[in-house]
């Protein structure tokens, strides 16, 4: 599914126009993007967890020379589905 997919969805649920559809949408990832970049998380209940985490310094090997290089620390994001959302996908 598509962000596309998502507003001709609310067009056709809601009522709202296209162009308030998308707005609304665009409106509801910013929302979520910023919360995450700030390291927040984003519980929605019956859907699951959005979690920003630290991943730190580790050794890796370049596969191609065998040559051992550091991987930086970064922030991954991971999310983690509820129980309702585990129950309804294994119906």
């Known amino acids: 599914m598509t962000k596309a997919d998502i507003v001709e969805k609310i067009y ?3 009522g709202f126009s296209k162009k308030e559809s998308a707005e609304l949408v665009e409106l509801v990832f910013d929302i979520m993007k ?25 050794r ?10 550091t991987i930086t ?7 983690k589905p509820s129980q309702v959302l585990k ?5």
Do not use: C, H, M, Y
């Not at 927040?40 to 310094?57: C, L, P, Q, R, Y």
């Not at 890796?60 to 290089?69: A, D, K, L």
């Not at 620390?73 to 999310?79: H, V, Y």
């Open 34 to 58: 910023s919360t995450l970049e700030k390291s927040d998380k984003i519980k929605i209940a019956g859907f699951g967890n959005f979690v920003v985490k630290e991943k730190a310094d580790r």
């Open 87 to 91: 129950a309804s996908i294994n119906k």
């Open 73 to 79: 620390a970064r922030r991954i994001l991971t999310f």
């Open 12 to 14: 056709e649920k809601v």
């Open 60 to 69: 890796g090997r370049n596969p191609q020379t065998g040559e051992e290089i």
